[in-house]
């Protein structure tokens, strides 16, 4: 019975891994196009690109120690690519909308329009916000339940998260690494900003999910 258990929570996790992975990285490519498309600058450099989603596996590498819900382990799970891909497109676009509104708030708010030192300021922001909401969703997308109040994560989660997402608001101010990476010091007043961003994505992401388990009666 125990192996049971455990094949079904290897299971479990598992998929939560591949569902966040593919419908972050769905949203993504839509963000990169839209960005090419629009903006006569990078959004993000390729050394940050490749950080960002270094620092983005290394918080997920808890996932194999986290916890499931009672409800998911006690009945078997069947493999389901239309599975994946209901999730990709129902979570994926909301990661881009999210992106084109931090685009919109540097590009016209703050007027980083042109390529010049600003970019720096814009890529920098963009990076911040990526890897919040990117690191900190897991808890939402990890159950169907309420996060933190219905489903707890591991401390594994919590640390892997806080960990990663500290680190990261320290890069621009870290010497050397920041030059390495072309991050700047962000303006106490796009704090709010961010903050704003990342408290409404996971509401967003919250309300996705119940209704999609309306909808689809399923979550992995």
């Not at 690519?81 to 084109?100: E, H, N, Q, R, Y």
């Not at 703050?110 to 890897?131: A, E, Y």
């Not at 960990?163 to 390495?180: E, K, M």
């Amino acid at each position: 019975m125990d192996g049971v258990v455990i094949g079904r929570k290897t299971y479990g996790n598992t998929m939560k891994y591949m569902s966040m992975a593919i419908s972050s990285n769905f949203g993504n490519v839509f963000s990169i196009l839209t960005a090419s498309w629009w903006l006569p600058f990078e959004p993000m450099g390729s050394t940050q690109l490749i950080v960002q989603n270094l620092l983005y596996d290394v918080s997920q590498m808890a996932i194999p120690w986290d916890n499931m819900d009672e409800e998911f382990l006690a009945v078997p799970h069947k493999w389901s690519i239309v599975k994946l891909l209901t999730f990709m497109f129902a979570l994926g676009p909301w990661s881009s909308i999210f992106d084109v509104m931090t685009f919109s708030y540097l590009y016209f708010y703050n007027g980083i329009q042109t390529n010049g030192d600003r970019v720096c300021l814009f890529q920098t922001v963009w990076f911040t916000v990526g890897i919040i909401t990117q690191t900190s969703i897991v808890h939402v997308i990890r159950t169907p339940k309420v996060p933190f109040i219905r489903s707890r994560p591991s401390i594994y989660m919590v640390l892997s998260t806080l960990a990663v997402i500290g680190f990261s608001l320290c890069l621009p101010y870290l010497p050397r690494l920041n030059r390495w990476l072309h991050l700047v010091a962000i303006p106490a007043k796009m704090y709010i900003f961010i903050s704003i961003m990342v408290a409404a994505y996971w509401v967003v992401v919250q309300i996705v999910k119940m209704v999609f388990l309306v909808i689809c009666e399923h979550w992995y």
